[in-house]
């Protein structure tokens, strides 16, 4: 079984763009995470959705956007980019929206902002 | 999901020599996860721990849950080079800050 898969792996863009990244859980997980992680800093919760549901918001501005699609799969945008936005964003997934199993992440997109 | 907050921030040990973060909240935890993100890589889940006084051991790693679940510990007996990473705890959405270990061989 293929693990989480985020797409793209590296992206570089403008202030003021917009960006959407993807994510597609392991088959069987429900429910999908976002992250966002600056370096050297612990993972910041963006979402959560489960069964298509947003089940968790984190402290981000509006210009952060989330849905979850019927396969289960998850895109995150964000709008007018800051300079600040750059960093690793992480999609997790689990089985369920309360992770007893633990969350398994994706490699990640690596987002630089110029 | 409740703010924990970890200490150490940074943690140098020669190999061989034992390791331990802490993980420590204000208010109950209903759990306590534990994950392992290496040097550019990505957040590994290690453990949940969810029972009051609750102790798990993985090989030369021991997890523990305070009574109170408040706090949790992670030890880490005569490390290796491969133990090199960062080590956080998290609770339902939200992680620590990390603990960042470098072993020197």
């Known amino acids: 079984d293929a693990g989480v898969t985020q797409s793209p792996t590296h992206l570089i863009k403008t202030r003021g763009q917009q960006v959407t990244l993807r994510c597609s859980p392991i088959s069987g997980h429900k429910s999908v995470s976002w992250y966002q992680q600056v370096l050297g800093q612990g993972p910041q919760f963006i979402f959560q959705y489960y069964e298509k549901e947003e089940r968790g918001r984190g402290n981000f501005p509006d210009r952060f956007s989330a849905r979850q699609f019927p396969n289960y799969s998850s895109e995150l945008n964000v709008n007018a980019l800051l300079l600040g936005d750059s960093a690793l964003y992480l999609c997790?997934?689990?089985?369920?929206?309360?992770?007893?199993?633990?969350?398994?992440f994706g490699s990640g997109t690596r987002l630089t902002v110029v | 999901g409740q703010q924990v907050m970890q200490i150490p921030q940074y943690q140098h040990v020669q190999e061989g020599e034992d390791f331990t973060t802490y993980c420590n909240s204000s208010t109950t935890l209903s759990n306590i996860q534990w994950y392992k993100q290496r040097p550019g890589g990505h957040p590994v889940f290690l453990i949940q721990l969810v029972k009051s006084g609750e102790v798990k051991k993985q090989k030369r790693l021991t997890f523990q849950f305070g009574e109170a679940k408040k706090n949790s510990s992670l030890h880490i007996t005569a490390t290796q080079t491969t133990d090199v990473g960062t080590y956080f705890c998290a609770n339902k959405f939200y992680f620590g800050s990390g603990t960042k270990l470098n072993v020197k061989p």
């Open positions: 997790a997934s689990s089985l369920e929206g309360d992770s007893g199993y633990g969350y398994t």
